[in-house]
């Protein structure tokens, strides 16, 4: 199994921004995809952005124009800038990998990071 250690959460006040960060335990550059997820108070965990092994990128509508991902696969990390941040942002944002391993597809995901968005 792959381990992800997300970073960079926090709190900001609407209209800023923040850069989260995650880090795999190993090599990225099979992974099939990388992605950040979120799950806010009460609420089911949802879609934020995609990046494929080839660089493709997938944006939920909420994120579309404020967010990037992006990967280094030199330093086995994915990132999501985060821009014009809204009160809605406010949740834990939480990195996953899906990736071939020992025969079968597998998925992995990190411990989360606490983001607030808050005057």
């Known amino acids: 199994q792959v381990q992800l250690v997300e970073s960079g959460g926090g709190l900001v006040q609407p209209g800023g921004s923040l850069s989260l960060s995650c880090a795999a335990s190993?090599?990225?550059?099979?992974?099939?995809?990388m992605g950040w997820y979120r799950q806010a108070p009460g609420k089911q965990r949802e879609l934020v952005a995609t990046?494929?092994?080839?660089?493709?990128?997938n944006y939920a509508d909420s994120s579309k124009g404020r967010f990037t991902i992006s990967r280094d696969n030199a330093k086995n990390t994915v990132y999501l800038q985060m821009n014009s941040l809204k009160p809605e942002d406010t949740a834990v944002y939480y990195c996953?990998?899906?990736?071939?391993?020992?025969?079968?597809?597998?998925?992995?995901w990190g411990q989360g990071t606490q983001v607030t968005v808050s005057s």
């Open positions: 990046i494929t092994s080839g660089g493709s990128t």
């Open positions: 996953n990998a899906d990736y071939f391993m020992a025969g079968s597809n597998l998925r992995s």
């Open positions: 190993r090599s990225i550059f099979s992974f099939n995809a």
